[in-house]
């Protein structure tokens, strides 16, 4: 099994930054590939950032260049760094692992339970 926690969401001023956490444990066998999601009230889950076992990422057009996904294998912990943040990017924020690469689709067999993020302009 696999447990993911994630922290860092808080209230922002549009501009501002934000660096969120997920703290992964139990079979790290089945986390090769992690991911960060994002879902808004009424809005379908969406895939922000995606990174694979070696390093390779991908992100959402909405988020190029402006965020970074980044993992930590010796502490187990994936973080998402937040910049130039937009009243678009609220949303509650939800890691997610597998061992199949799903990438930006949200098919991942590990959720955390989401921390949230709120921008303001």
């Known amino acids: 099994q696999v447990q993911l926690v994630e922290s860092g969401g808080a209230s922002v001023q549009a501009g501002g930054s934000l660096r969120l956490s997920c703290a992964a444990s139990?079979?790290?066998?089945?986390?090769?590939?992690m991911g960060w999601f994002r879902q808004a009230p009424g809005k379908e889950r969406e895939g922000v950032a995606a990174i694979r076992l070696f390093g390779s990422t991908e992100y959402a057009d909405s988020v190029k260049g402006r965020f970074t996904i980044s993992k930590d294998n010796a502490k187990n912990t994936l973080y998402l760094q937040m910049n130039s943040l937009e009243p678009e990017d609220t949303a509650m924020y939800f890691c997610a692992a597998d061992r199949v690469a799903w990438s930006l689709f949200p098919r991942y067999n590990y959720w955390g339970q989401g921390t949230q993020v709120t921008v303001s302009s």
């Open positions: 139990g079979d790290t066998s089945r986390m090769t590939y």
